[in-house]
């Protein structure tokens, strides 16, 4: 595949036209005979083409011995022509209201065909519908080939994910303007959300905002709890850049003087992570590096407390391979992309967590969240 000359030196190194042929191949190596891509992360990483996700069906097909194909629905082809999908070289076929999508699709693969991958993300409706048309054929996920590409970022994603985490870093340092006594979290989540954009994101993908005793639970939900002094504030944000990749970054703030049993936690939290980071390598398994920090927490006497695995990678998704997480013994390669994030959580009385997202090197790991690790005490 080859791109025509006027699409951006920038979109060609962030979305490689080889990809499509590194996909064919590996899909060939696991014994396919096609991959059905919708709308989606899988997509976008294949082609660059951000499609919406309609009850029609878009769908990019990869057969493993012939031209990859994108079937859209006339009045989105445009879109996709627009994209870099229409600088792929590729064919972009459309269909009309009455015409029936997965019966073109299904003429259109091999003949003998016997297994057939979909994206992880197909809706189970578009699966079924493509089971109806392929009768007897093999379906199962397309993860165990495209995981396998997306698993290590290139250069250019690296860069991606570097803007993007320097992007978060930029409200983070912000926070002292929004987290003041007698607002809720509520109303600093609206705040975060508004600079998330204003810093560089085009959407928001979440905001957590957990103060006082809702800081010991990790995924909470911004309220109408007013925020008090002396309170720990746990903030989890993230957005995704306009091209397409993701930032996640954690960092526990008091609003006054926190009681001592707190600071103490957050020291050895402090510690915990820190470890972690310094512990990324190639070679070290992804139960390794969650045992570093886990052991650090446990022997300080918060190991029931730390209740969640150490990261997930990041990339075009938020949450993706590789996971950080005990029984995982996947090694660690230069270019894979994940957070470290321990967290100790005390339940009805106060919690922290911090996350930065590092990338695997040749002799260590590099950490793309460049704000301060110390726990910052804002004025009450």
Known sequence: ?????????????????????????????????????????????????????????????????????LVVPNLERPAAEDSP??????????????????????????????????????????????????????????????????????????????????????????????????????????DIADAIVEAGHVTVDFVIVAAGPNSASPHHEPGERVIRPGDPVVVDIGGTTEEGYCSDCTRTYCVGDPPAEFRELYAVLRQAQAAQTEAVRPGVTAEELDAVGRDIIAEAGHGQHFIHRTGHGIGLETH???????????????????????????????GARIEDIVVCVEDGGERLNLTSRDLVVLPA
């Open 1 to 69: 595949m080859t791109y025509r000359g006027d699409v951006s030196e920038h979109l060609h190194h962030l979305y490689p036209a080889q990809r499509l042929d590194q996909a064919r191949q590996a899909a060939a190596e696991q014994g396919l005979d096609a991959l059905l891509i919708s709308p989606g992360s899988d997509l976008r990483y294949l082609t660059g083409y951000q499609a919406m996700p309609l009850e029609r069906l878009t769908c990019l097909v990869v057969p493993a011995h012939d031209e990859p194909f």
């Open 85 to 190: 999908a229409g600088s792929l070289g590729i064919e972009i076929t459309g269909f009309g209201e009455t015409d029936d999508p997965y019966a073109l699709i299904a003429a259109r693969l091999p003949d003998g065909r016997q297994r057939v991958a979909v994206d992880n993300h197909m809706w189970a409706e578009k699966v079924l519908a493509f089971r109806a048309a392929l009768p007897g054929v093999d379906l199962s996920l397309a993860s165990a080939v495209l995981c396998t590409l997306r698993l290590r970022k290139s250069a250019a994603e690296v860069e991606a994910l570097r803007r993007a985490g320097a992007a978060i870093d930029r409200v983070h340092r912000r926070m002292g303007e929004w987290l003041l006594p007698g607002r809720t979290e509520r109303d600093v989540a609206r």
């Open 320 to 350: 993706e391979e590789p996971y950080i997480v005990a029984g995982s013994t996947l090694a660690l390669e230069p270019g894979m992309a994940f957070s470290v994030e321990p967290g100790i959580y005390l339940p009805d009385r106060f």
